[in-house]
Every structure is written in C-alpha cells, then in structure tokens.
C-alpha cells in the first residue's frame, strides 16, 4: 500500500506542469485572437490600457471554460506517454503493479479539474459576461466610435437605434445613416440621411451626428400621425453621462449566457414562453455540467492513450490523441447546432461527446491492459498516409 501511494504521488506530480504549460499556452493562443480588436481600440478609438485591460480579465472565463479539459487531456496523455517511452509503465508492472491501479491519481487530477471547470461555468463565466456587459457600455460611453459598428443596429444606448453603412475613424463621415429616436414618451423620430457626420465633447461626455440632405418621420403614438420633414442639415444630440446606477442597469437586460446557474435553472423550469429561448437556455443548461465533466472522460481516454504509445509506434499515441481531441470538439460543435435547432434534445447535444469518449477510453483501456493495442480504422490510416505523402 505504501509503493503505491509513493507512485500515486510520483504520478499526479508529474501531470502538474504538462498541465500548466499547455493552460498559459492554450490560454494565450485564445486571446491572441483578440490582439487586432485590442490593438483597433487603443490606436484608432483612444481607448485607455486600464480599460483594455479589464475586458481581457473578463474574458478569460470563456477561454477557460474550453482551454481546462483541453490541458487536462493533453497532460495526461503527455505523461503516460513520457512514462511508456521511458519503460517506466513496464517497471511499474514488473513490480506487480496492475495497470488499472495507476487510475487512482490521474482520476484524482481529472475530478480536481472537472471542480475548477464547474467553477469557472456556474460562478466565473457569468459574472465575466456581465461584466463585458458592463465594461463594454462604459467604454462606448467614453468613445461613440466604438458602439457606432458599421452595418449593424446600434442599440447600446437607451431610446435610440442607430444605424450605419459605413464611416471613417478619421474623418468621422457617416454614410447612410438611420436613426431612431424614441427618447420622448409616445413619439418616435425615424431620422434618414445618406451622409453624416459626427462631432464629439468627451470631456462633458456628449456627441452630436449632423445629418445631411436627408428627412425626419415624426411618429405621435397617441394620436397615431406621421408628419415627414425634410431637411438639408439636421443634428441630432446625445448625452453619454448616466443619470444614476439604476439607469446603467436598465440599458441591457441580463442574457442567457450571464444569468447565474440558480436563475438559469428557474428559467429552464418555465412552462411558458418563447420555445427558441428555453431550448437556447436548456443548451446553456447543460453546456455548464457537461463540459467540466470532459475532464474525466478526456483524461480517461488520454490515459489508455498514453499507456498504449509504449507497445506501438511512438507516434501513434499522439495521433490518436489529436484524433479523438478534435473528434470531440466537433461532436460537441455539431450537438450544439443540431440541439439548438431542436433536432433532438439539447441534453443529448451537450452529453454525449462525453459518453462517447468515455466509451472509447475504457475500451482502449481495456484492450491495452490484455497487451491488444488499439488502432484507427484501416481507412482512416490510409487516408492519414495518404496525406503524409502528399
């Protein structure tokens, strides 16, 4: 009992730094994806570094949601696959030590894993969606040019729909530029002008678009009129600075994705609604349990994995392991499209790429504890070879 706690240590030690690396690499491989947005708001719209900077620390709970069983996986497999290179998997058998009983630290790794993972889905990933939310309405406040997206209805701000084909950062031209303003209770203003232009005071936190050539349908709800006005200049006012935190609140609801898992769970539970957002928030639902609960299903696969690189090719384990990690994503990306499009349940979409390779991951196990590596399917490592030669 004492040589196999010795090892159940030896061995969850050596899973620590594979699986730190491949997290700060992993990590860092997702938010570079963000480096042309961050580098568009700080050269291009001023935006401050303190600022930038909490977007990214709000972000990562979405990186890490996916980038945890990743790591989880790939040092697992990297370990078992050093230790069988190393006859070290031999040696451990030679002293009568049963494959099976190496499970004990690497299900240890793969639970601690799974506990962080359901953290950062149920507490960290809606708390950093919320403060996006946030962050992201203060820092449009700081620069309009930033909520102004091209070819998109602008809603960021409260009473007004803005809409614009295309500007220039520089210049501040507005082409094609749709406005709705509906500020004033029971009249709506549907401003329209094919050129426009702003003008900013970011000290007193107030911009104006000066519209040009253009008209104005003013909409009296109460008496149902529509009066239609041309213009040749035409401004349109407005006051970023918020009235109070209360205001702040109501200028975005909560979404799916930033509601925590108690009022998720009462939103699944109602009866009533539209069907579309209950089967999105069923997909969410699950989407929170099933994903940390890879870690022990990709862990469980990545060991037998590991262990079998020892009695085949030395390059095999490694491609299996890219196979099956890619596999699942895809199963999960397709589980998420067809559950959403309510093809089958969202429980089903989100759950059985974990059953799947779980499945896999005993039956390799199994096989390569009676000394029967496991192999791809003849067609699918001609294909491989194919390629190679390619």
């Known amino acids: 009992m004492r040589v196999n706690t010795i090892i159940n240590r030896y061995i969850f030690r050596e899973l620590i730094p594979p699986f ?45 949601e996916f980038t945890l069983p990743m790591s989880v996986m790939i040092s697992v497999l990297l370990t078992f696959m050093r230790m069988s290179q190393d006859n070290e998997i031999i040696a451990l058998k030679s002293g009568g030590v049963i494959i099976y009983r190496l499970l004990v630290p690497v299900m240890s790794f793969c639970i601690l894993g799974t506990i962080l993972t359901l953290w950062i889905t149920l507490c960290a990933k809606p708390w950093g969606n919320t403060a996006i939310a946030y962050q992201s309405i203060k820092v449009a406040r700081s620069s309009f040019n930033i909520a102004l997206k091209e070819r998109r209805f ?9 809409y614009v084909h295309s ?32 003008f900013s005071d970011s000290k007193n936190m107030s911009y104006t678009i000066r519209l040009y050539n253009g008209m104005v349908n003013q909409v009296n709800l109460k008496t149902k009129s529509v009066n239609t006005v041309y213009f040749t200049t035409y401004d349109i006012n407005f006051n970023m600075r918020p009235q109070s935190k209360r205001s702040e609140k109501k200028i975005k609801e909560k979404e799916i994705d930033e509601m925590s898992f108690t009022e998720l769970l009462k939103f699944t539970r109602r009866k009533t609604g539209n069907k579309k957002v209950l089967n999105s928030a069923l997909m969410e639902f699950h989407e929170k349990l099933a994903i940390p609960f890879a870690c022990i299903a990709l862990g ?44 089958y349940p969202p429980a089903v979409g989100m759950w059985l790429p974990d059953f799947i390779m779980a499945f896999a991951g005993i039956y390799i196990l199994r096989r390569v504890a009676n000394e029967r590596p496991f192999r791809l399917p003849r067609f699918l490592s001609v294909y491989i070879a194919s390629i190679k030669k390619k």
């Open 20 to 64: 730190a690396i491949t997290l700060l690499f992993l990590t860092f491989v997702f938010l570079m994806t963000r480096i042309p947005q961050i580098t568009n708001m700080v050269v291009n719209y001023n935006t401050s570094i303190s600022d930038v900077f909490l977007l990214i620390v709000y972000t990562l709970p979405r990186f890490l």
């Open 154 to 162: 602008n809603n960021t701000f409260n009473g007004i729909m803005i």
């Open 167 to 198: 500007k220039d950062i520089k210049t501040k031209q507005l082409k094609d530029v749709y406005i709705e303003d509906s500020r004033i209770n029971g009249k709506v203003s549907i401003s329209i002008a094919p050129a426009g232009i702003l």
């Open 300 to 343: 469980l696969l990545s060991f037998a994995l590991g262990l079998q690189s020892g009695s085949s090719k030395r390059s095999s384990g490694m491609g299996l392991g890219l196979f099956f990690f890619l596999l699942y994503y895809l199963l999960l990306a397709t589980g998420w499209s067809l559950g959403k499009s309510r093809f």
